[in-house]
């Protein structure tokens, strides 16, 4: 069954600590996303990645890192340095150029 | 630089009556626009896409939208509002400049009274 998954659907952050969330695609999309969403502001972009050993920044990249080793896999590390972390983060993939499909989201919280 | 607004936060109509939700974008080219549909913690669904064919397009759920160039709008309709409409939707516009990065408006969130 093709799709994205992201883990965990709640994660907890305690001062200090960087924190990595998962996403993995299945369907063979060369293109994935970051994005993170609050109340009343829509998603912003934080990361995007067109193909494999390659990202570039969105319009909030400050205090987020990723990775593109595997076509499959596009982790978010939120790192120490974001003070504000508390948000809902979404990931999504698409064929280059084409619709962009969603998972379902990791909610972060801070300790 | 492209945008979208999406007019009204909050959108409240009755079990049965037309539900119109706006958006109006920017953009210096023909664009793609989209309509996604989000339920309670859950992530960002499909209803429906325009991109250059026809103006009038039809999506999931009895949903539909009306591309207007002159209007610069794309604003989603169904005839009909069910309860499980419910839920927040967003407009988005994609840059066709190279990145095909989107631009999401900030939403509306849809309540459905019995």
């Known amino acids: 069954d093709g799709g994205i998954t992201q883990s965990p659907k709640y994660l907890f952050r305690k001062e200090g600590q960087n924190v990595t969330l998962s996403c993995e695609q299945n369907?063979?999309?060369?293109?994935m996303y970051w994005y993170r969403q609050d109340p009343g502001q829509g998603l912003r972009l934080i990361y995007y990645?067109?193909?494999?050993?390659?990202?570039q920044k969105g319009d909030i990249a400050e205090g987020y890192s990723v990775s593109r080793e595997k076509k499959e896999s596009f982790p978010l590390t939120v790192t120490s340095a974001q003070k504000n972390p508390t948000a809902f983060y979404l990931c999504?993939?698409?064929?280059?150029?084409?619709?962009?499909?969603f998972g379902p989201g990791t909610r972060l919280l801070v300790l | 630089a492209q945008s979208v607004t999406q007019l009204g936060s909050h959108v409240s109509v009755s079990e049965g009556a037309l539900v119109l939700l706006r958006c109006n974008y920017s953009?210096?080219?023909?664009?793609?626009l989209f309509w996604y549909v989000q339920y309670p913690n859950q992530g960002l669904q499909l209803l429906l896409k325009?991109?250059?064919?026809?103006?009038l397009v039809k999506g999931i759920n009895g949903f539909e939208a009306e591309f207007k160039k002159s209007e610069t709008s794309f604003h989603l309709t169904k005839p009909s509002a069910h309860m499980s409409d419910a839920a927040e939707y967003f407009c988005?516009?994609?840059?066709?400049?190279?990145?095909?990065?989107?631009?999401f408006g900030t939403g509306t969130r849809l309540k459905v009274l019995a």
């Open positions: 953009s210096s080219v023909p664009p793609y």
């Open positions: 325009y991109t250059s064919a026809a103006t």
């Open positions: 369907l063979n999309h060369d293109a």
């Open positions: 990645s067109q193909i494999v050993n390659d990202f």
């Open positions: 988005a516009v994609s840059d066709l400049g190279g990145t095909y990065k989107y631009i």
């Open positions: 999504a993939s698409s064929a280059w150029g084409e619709t962009q499909y």
